[in-house]
């Protein structure tokens, strides 16, 4: 990529990590550092922190890290060059030229993105100031909707007419092909039309707030389908997107915790009740990556879907597909099958506002009534069946203190003992699974000061060469290319080709050139670990101990050569072995002796 290293490092300098990071993950200060839960990763205790001396972060669970580049990549699923493009554009520093002819735009996509946004206050223009939008207007008000919403979500109408938002495309330059191509237009017969008519319109936007597709709701609900989206396109693909996530996304990180609904009739209803963190889904059942979308902002999901049979179906999907990546479900049900805009529009705001702080469930909450509700009561074999779905569901999903809860209750319902229900559920708890024996070696990006003996050695020799610039030269000088570990090494040499391009550039500015992930780890937890005082007697003494470390190796290996031999009656090469160890101790107890003694 063609941007001046210069322009990297003013935005680099210009940006707060901490502040940044802080959008996403609450930090508390400790120490020099702040830290967080990590949110890469689940976790109960804080093992994320960040650095606002040295501008990385690091977690020291899963081993995620690096500066507020590599974070913004991570956690936002774009590009090198977006991030550039994001954090000048927060920081109000223009692109220089370079990296605009390195990073150019499609013109395809550019054009799809003018179509929508133009078609976007066309609707809008039609339902707020034309005669021919009175009667959506109408309607929605009669909804709830007030018209500040409609302004803030750029509400639409798209009239019965059939051409009218392609002709106004049109005579702004934007031909029949390129509106069929992105959704706005289809061919009905050889005749090409818009593709919505008679309906409202909302506008759905991507992760940037730029609109790429639209809902559309039927005015009457004889007339269907009564919702109908934009088909996908390269602009959009419904089941990596969310309804208002770019709204959304400040208030989710704030909660730690978004509401899930199935609508965009919801979401436009519920933010009306002063509830800023909700989505919705576009028309399909949760996938896992829009699920992935939300884990990156929040470690809880409340699911309000519509009570009905399908309502039922598309919540128990969520849960499986939320708790698959990370995510704590728990399910508000409002009854009588409502969803939560017809709920609104019965009790109000502020009853939704109740509902949603008294009356969520858990999973297992949830699914003990899902299983109540599809029972069949009337015959002694159903009530047994429900009776051994319920405490199979206790012993697989439910904490002791919910199975403590629901037993007693199940024990009340069918006059049976709390220990019989016991020694029922256990038939279907499943066997416990030893842990495997911890590994004796530790992680490659461990931090010096966790790790031990040649592992120890050989990361504060490479922290030596990532910190001072002196120290990489001397150790480039020496011919030292191979360190204890091969991550250890493979860092070394980006380490020395980084000095020689970039002298003088601070640690982390190493960080955002390496790609491989590994790497990346390891820089990044070396960067957490204090330097201690480097000297040329200091660096000396390290190499001296990493080749003793290297030399115990290779002794026990020859050592245990030289065991089999002897047993397999091999005289030749026992000798042959024998010798190699005797020069491999002579050499060891050189390398010992004190550094004055060492020199001569």
Known sequence: MNVPETFIETLRQKVDIVEVISEYVPLRRSGRSYVGLCPFHNERTPSFSVSPERQVYHCFGCGAGGTVFRFLMDIEGISFTETVSLLAERCGIPLPDSFRAAAPRSPKLDRYRQAHELAAKAFNHILMNTDAGVQALQYLLSRGISRTTMANYQLGYAPPSGRAVMSFLQQRGFSPEELLACGLAVDLGGEWVDRFRGRVIVPIADGRGQIVAFGARALHDSVKPKYLNSPEYELFHKGRMLFNLHRARRAIRQERKALLLEGYMDVLAVAQAGIEWAVATLGTSLTEEQARLLKADCDRVVIAYDGDEAGRKATVRAIEVLEH????????????????????????????????????????????????????????????????????????????????????????????????????????????????????????????????????????????????????????????????????????????????????????????????????????????????????????????????????????????????????????????????????????????????????
């Not at 011919?479 to 070394?492: I, Q, Y």
């Not at 000095?499 to 960067?527: F, N, T």
Request: charged share 30%.
């Open 325 to 600: 990546v990370g995510i704590t479900p728990v399910v508000l049900r409002l009854g009588d099958g409502m969803d939560p805009d017809e709920f609104i529009r019965a009790h109000g705001a502020r009853a939704f506002e109740r509902m949603l702080n008294e009356s969520t469930w858990t999973v297992v909450q949830f699914l003990m009534e899902d299983l109540r509700q599809r029972a069949e009561w009337v015959s002694p074999a159903g009530r047994t069946e429900f009776l051994r779905k319920a405490l199979k569901l206790l012993a697989e999903r439910a904490s002791p203190v919910e199975q403590e809860y629901q037993l007693r209750n199940l024990s009340q319902e069918f006059n049976l003992s709390v220990e019989t229900l016991k020694e029922e559920m256990r038939g279907f708890a499943k066997p416990i699974r030893r842990r495997s024996p911890p590994r004796e070696d530790v992680a490659p990006w461990m931090t010096p000061r966790a790790a031990k003996g040649k592992d120890q050695v050989s990361l504060r020799i490479l922290q030596a060469a990532l910190f001072s610039q002196e120290a990489a030269e001397y150790l480039m000088e020496k011919g030292v290319t191979e360190l204890g570990h091969p991550l250890h090494t493979a860092l070394l040499s980006h380490v020395y080709s980084w000095r020689i391009d970039q002298p003088g550039q601070p640690p982390s500015a190493l960080i955002d050139r390496l790609e491989d992930e590994e790497c990346i780890r390891l820089a990044s937890s070396l960067l957490f670990d204090e330097p201690p005082e480097i000297s040329t007697e200091w660096l000396e003494d390290h190499l001296r101990a990493l080749e003793i470390a290297k030399l115990e190796q290779e002794l026990k290996e020859k050592v245990r050569a030289w065991n089999e031999a002897e047993a397999s009656g091999d005289e030749e090469k026992s000798r042959e072995i024998k010798l190699q160890v005797e020069w491999i101790q002579s050499r060891m107890a050189t390398m010992k002796q004190p550094r004055a003694l060492h020199a001569e």
